[in-house]
């Protein structure tokens, strides 16, 4: 896990330092930026040990994401976007997803200042879930994978903007740290995760 937390931090780093320079390297572009910040309903689904141990929950999610933008034409603009969600079980079952996405986006600029943004890419996260049995179970994992976000930002040209928006997140790992009553183990056991995130948020714009 600390491995993909030092890439996270590594990445992050390297876009915050893009967006501090953007204006100098794209000086012939107008430049668009924001800050969001959404909630909204994920449907988590996990599977350990090829199938051996599964789950599916409904989970409630909040994050921040953050666009930037240059402007190629009134119509179409190019750049990149940063995204963290944090999902927890609604029912209260264990289940947990905390996931970072990079990726490079685009976005277009429609008619009645409605801008529609298009994002793909890399995607680090970690999960977690509890089993029900005989003996009390949490897994924990982390893992690397795809995923995309699909936006409508309406007001577009306002300060304030409300979005809705659409994310899908796919993670693949080989380790997970298995604690049975309170006893950790690392394992070897493939994982993979996948959340489907439905939002709605509010966008500052800059």
């Given amino acids: 896990m600390r491995k993909i937390c030092a890439l996270a931090f590594c990445l992050a780093f390297l876009f915050a330092s893009g967006t501090a320079y953007a204006k100098s390297w794209y000086e012939n572009l107008s430049y668009e930026g924001d800050v969001q910040l959404t909630a909204g309903y994920s449907y988590f689904s996990a599977s350990l040990d090829n199938g ?3 789950k599916a929950s409904n989970n409630f999610i909040v994050g921040l994401e ?14 990149f976007m940063e995204s963290v969600d944090l999902g927890v079980d609604c029912a209260e079952e264990g289940s947990m997803s905390l996931t970072f996405l990079f990726a490079p986006a685009v976005g277009f600029h429609i008619n009645y200042d ?19 049995g005989t003996e009390d179970i949490d897994f924990s994992w982390d893992g690397i994978g795809c995923g995309a ?10 300060l304030f903007s409300p979005v809705l928006g659409f994310a899908w997140s796919h993670l693949i790992g080989d380790e997970a740290t ?8 690392d394992v070897d056991m493939k994982s993979a995760t996948d959340v489907f995130k439905v939002y709605a948020g509010l966008s500052l714009n800059f």
């Fill in 52 to 54: 051996e141990y599964k």
């Fill in 66 to 79: 953050n666009h930037n933008f240059w402007c190629v034409t009134d119509f179409f603009f190019f750049g």
């Fill in 114 to 132: 409605i801008d529609i943004n298009l994002a793909f890419g890399p995607v680090l996260g970690i999960g977690a879930l509890s089993v029900d």
């Fill in 149 to 158: 976000d699909l936006q409508v930002k309406f007001f577009s040209n306002h």
């Fill in 178 to 185: 298995m604690e049975i009553n309170g006893h950790d183990e």
